[in-house]
């Protein structure tokens, strides 16, 4: 069975770095896109990072050069790497994974749980 499992998230200072880890579980052989979304309270959900197969990366732009996204495929994993966090940046962040190819399933798009920043001020 296919999961995501993400960790990292937590408590930080105005100012402070976060890394957002996520493993797709499961005899995997491949994923093409695999992202973080985020969901503030009382706000809908919002993409802030992705990154195809290939290493072509997309950002929200309240996000750009502070944070980065990275994937190690071998591992079936993708990182968030969150440095000069703001108050704003404050949410549950949520992993994604869209085509993912298991032996014998194909998956379309499955989420992770979640994993709550807070950023305090």
């Known amino acids: 069975q296919v999961q995501l499992v993400e960790s990292g998230g937590g408590l930080v200072q105005a100012g402070g770095s976060l890394r957002l880890s996520c493993e797709v579980s499961?005899?995997?052989?491949?994923?093409?896109?695999m992202g973080w979304y985020r969901q503030a309270p009382d706000k809908q959900r919002e993409m802030v990072a992705s990154?195809?197969?290939?290493?072509?990366?997309k950002y929200q732009e309240s996000v750009k050069g502070r944070f980065t996204i990275s994937r190690d495929n071998a591992k079936a994993t993708v990182y968030l790497q969150m440095n000069s966090l703001k108050p704003e940046d404050t949410a549950v962040y949520y992993c994604?994974?869209?085509?993912?190819?298991?032996?014998?399933?194909?998956?379309?798009?499955?989420w992770g749980q979640g994993t709550l920043v807070t950023v305090s001020s």
């Open positions: 994604n994974a869209r085509e993912i190819t298991t032996i014998p399933y194909r998956y379309p798009e499955l």
């Open positions: 499961g005899r995997i052989f491949s994923i093409n896109t």
């Open positions: 990154i195809t197969s290939v290493g072509s990366t």
